[in-house]
């Protein structure tokens, strides 16, 4: 991984409420230190313009060592560039054969595109389902895109703007390996194409109240 510079690197203390703490710019080293009080929880949120922003927990309770003066608290927070139109898989996640709805599994998954979502409210996803080459073509669209808009119904039932989702589904069209119609593969090529994805469709997209 490579250190990122000049990020915003902001701290708040979970009490009745979070509380802001301060903040600093990470060094060239990618670091940014805080003095933190004994037995405290805290969030650690970092952003810098062109990457998705990131927040981790840390927690000074527990963290006794008599023989220091002082204990050491590392968090390490990755962040990842923001790509227009790059399409990105979301692992496990699954739905039963022939079938659009998502199995409760796929659900805790989504749950950390929801977070992603949360940090960065200026960016608006497409959702894309893909299908393996068995079956027709047009069944397999069909059956993608029902899976892709089943998605974008479970964001938007745990209270993602509808504005800032789109469904598609690209069927057998965009396969991830040899695996095309006519070409006989094993079960783990074919669960290869069979997979779903997020893009970034706009960064600044602006959810705008009209009357």
């Known amino acids: 991984f490579k250190q990122v510079e000049g990020a915003e690197v902001e701290l708040k203390k979970y009490s009745l409420a979070l509380q802001p703490v301060g903040s600093k710019k990470s060094d060239k080293n990618g670091l940014a230190k805080f003095e933190l009080e004994a037995e405290s929880d805290y969030l650690i949120i970092a952003n810098k313009e062109g990457y998705f922003k990131k ?6 309770k527990g963290k006794k060592d008599e023989t220091k003066v002082n204990i050491l608290v590392q968090v390490k927070i990755i962040l990842e560039k923001i790509y227009e139109e790059k ?21 805790i998954i989504l749950d950390t595109l929801i977070q992603l979502l949360a940090d960065n409210p200026t960016i608006k996803l497409e959702i894309g389902s893909h299908t393996d080459s ?12 029902g899976r892709a808009e089943s998605v974008v119904r ?20 965009k396969p991830v390996n040899k695996c095309a119609d006519g070409v006989k593969c094993t079960e783990e090529e074919y669960q290869e ?15 705008e109240s009209v009357t």
Request: proline share 3%; aromatic share 10%; hydrophobic share 25%.
């Open 87 to 107: 399409e990105i898989t979301i692992p496990n996640i699954y739905y039963d054969y022939d079938k659009t709805n998502l199995r409760p599994e796929s659900e």
């Open 154 to 173: 479970y964001l938007i039932s745990k209270g993602v703007n509808l504005k800032r989702l789109s469904a598609k589904g690209y069927g057998e069209s």
């Open 134 to 145: 068995r079956g027709s073509n047009d069944y397999n669209e069909k059956l993608s895109q």
């Open 193 to 207: 194409n069979r997979r779903t994805t997020f893009k970034v469709l706009a960064e600044k997209f602006i959810i």
């Open 55 to 60: 927040s981790s927990n840390a927690t000074t």
